[in-house]
């Protein structure tokens, strides 16, 4: 568990890595990444470093003092002694926060070794009750990706594109349904050869639709019409090819791929045309 638990809006990810990171090289353990947690197991775990953490950083901007969960760990930390909330843009605070003692870090520029953190890591390291001990090389690299970065401040790092849906929105989408098989219930009568086939071939096997598809060329009174799906493009391409692993058909993309097909008493010359 961490030392410290950033609570910010979601689309503020960027700022709380770049301040997760600033905290990191004084020697500090963050914790932000709600990313991070599975969505069955996102509650428990957020609670669990929420209640771990000995400091909670709490990012108010515009968009986090609308935001329910952000006002649910702002309670949280308040109510057990850890809240350290601080601005990194101007907005109008929830009345229950609205006169606590607040760190403007709108004037930092985002510099990592910035004197106006001096605030907000001489009070993380009092609540932790030990000194900052500041790892110099790391520091000077983070400065670099910085500067390297255009050097924003925190309300000016962009916003992300996809916010954690769990804890942000609704559920997760439903997972996309099961796509119906190529070929519906194999007729009557098969060989025992063929109806292997044709199992592979509901599976997607382009081999066996391969042969399934000449079985049903050579023998089209027998199967019927509800041998193959009535879909010119799709028996275009169980006929497409010759058979071999080169001349397989190009099964999902729409094209129908014009090769040596080998009938029962039956050869067409190859053709390189793409429909």
């Not at 669990?48 to 760990?73: D, F, I, P, R, T």
């Not at 916010?163 to 796509?179: D, F, L, Q, Y």
């Amino acid at each position: 568990m961490a030392d410290v638990f950033i609570s910010y809006k979601a689309e503020r990810r960027r700022a709380a890595r770049h301040l997760s990171k600033v905290l990191g090289a004084h020697g500090y353990s963050v914790w932000f990444d709600y990313g991070l947690i599975p969505g069955d197991d996102f509650e428990p775990k957020l609670m669990a470093e929420l209640g771990a953490a000995k400091v909670v950083v709490v990012l108010w901007c515009a968009m986090s003092v609308k935001s329910q969960w952000v006002h649910k760990e702002a309670h949280y930390a308040r109510e057990h002694g850890k809240f350290l909330p601080c601005w990194i843009e101007e907005a109008d605070l929830p009345d229950e926060f609205s006169g606590a003692d607040t760190i403007n870090l709108i004037a930092w520029d985002g510099g990592p070794r910035s004197r106006m953190l001096n605030r907000v890591i001489d009070d993380v390291g009092r609540r932790l009750g030990r000194d900052p001990a500041v790892n110099y090389r790391e520091l000077r690299d983070l400065e670099d990706d910085w500067h390297d970065f255009g050097a924003p401040s925190l309300a000016q790092f962009a916003l992300s594109d996809a916010p954690p849906a769990v804890r942000e929105g609704p559920a997760r989408p439903p997972a996309p349904a099961k796509a119906a098989p190529i070929l519906g219930p194999p007729p009557k009568g098969l060989s025992q050869n063929l109806a292997a086939h044709w199992e592979r071939a509901q599976n997607g096997d382009a081999a066996a639709l391969f042969q399934v598809g000449l079985s049903a060329k050579a023998f089209d009174q027998r199967f019927g019409e509800r041998a193959i799906a009535p879909d010119p493009v799709l028996e275009g391409k169980l006929l497409a090819g010759g058979g071999g692993e080169h001349h397989q058909p190009e099964l999902g993309s729409g094209k129908i791929v014009k090769n040596t097909v080998h009938v029962v008493g039956e050869s067409k010359a190859p053709s390189h045309d793409i429909a």
